[in-house]
């Protein structure tokens, strides 16, 4: 698994890093401190089209990916992952809002009517 970072923010790469705060090697966000691969990060661009809306990707992955862990508390130490999830989540909402749905069809889609009386207009917008 490469793991490349440059903080000149050249490449479609390290802007996701960057804006993932995944720049550290061995200390990424994913669960068991683990790194998303440059090859991942490069599939993510080529499947959404831009560097933000893999960003936006990146972050559903992050929220999948934490979904999955249980909340725990061992003494006074509390690890709450599910919350962990829930803001990884929100920030994906917020950035597909920004930048526009996946070009691979996830993310929300709103279909237009074809009831006969509108054509034009989003279901959301009803």
Known sequence: MAFTYSD??????DK???YLQDVTEDSG???DDANFSDNEIAGLVTAEGSWQKALAA???????????YADWQAGPRRENASQI???WAQK???LRDQYGASASGTGTRHPTRA??????VASDEV
């Open 8 to 13: 000149t923010l050249a490449t479609d790469r």
């Open 16 to 18: 996701v890093r960057f």
């Open 29 to 31: 966000p994913l669960p």
């Open 58 to 68: 990146a972050c559903e992955a992050l929220a999948s990916a934490w979904a999955g």
């Open 85 to 87: 999830s829930a803001r």
């Open 92 to 94: 994906a909402k917020e």
């Open 115 to 120: 009831d006969g009386y509108s054509d034009d």
